[in-house]
């Protein structure tokens, strides 16, 4: 079992720059897929960036690509969403999420574990 807790989040202006982080509990965080997502208001929680075990494979959404990306440190059990040239429409609250798995996943049911969430609200 792994839980996981996000931080990062905050307030910014259109075209700014947040870094969040998402850190995991336990000894096999590299074991873990992990994932990204984001829920707005009144809407659907929605497929980000997803980051193999290892880091090796990526995989965006295309709303982000290119502004945001995924990394993952596993000596230090944390991955991290750089997230570039925000938009008011990247407003939600951001989640990460693990898997054990040695594939990458891009809907919410395939994650068993998952954090509390981190506000981001970006403004125009």
């Known amino acids: 079992q792994v839980q996981l807790v996000e931080s990062g989040g905050g307030l910014v202006q259109a075209g700014g720059s947040l870094r969040l982080s998402c850190a995991a509990s336990?000894?096999?965080?590299?074991?873990?897929?992990m994932g990204w997502f984001r829920q707005a208001p009144g809407k659907e929680r929605e497929f980000v960036v997803s980051?193999?075990?290892?880091?090796?494979?990526?995989a965006y959404a295309d709303s982000v690509k290119g502004r945001f990306t995924v990394s993952r440190d596993n000596a230090k059990n944390t991955v991290y969403l750089q997230m570039n040239s925000l938009k008011p429409e990247d407003t939600a609250v951001y989640y990460c999420?693990?898997?054990?798995?040695?594939?990458?996943?891009?809907?919410?049911?395939?994650?068993?574990?998952w954090g509390q969430g981190t506000q981001v609200t970006v403004s125009s």
């Open positions: 336990g000894r096999t965080f590299s074991r873990y897929a």
């Open positions: 980051i193999s075990r290892s880091g090796s494979s990526t």
């Open positions: 999420a693990a898997q054990e798995s040695s594939t990458i996943f891009y809907t919410p049911r395939r994650f068993d574990y």
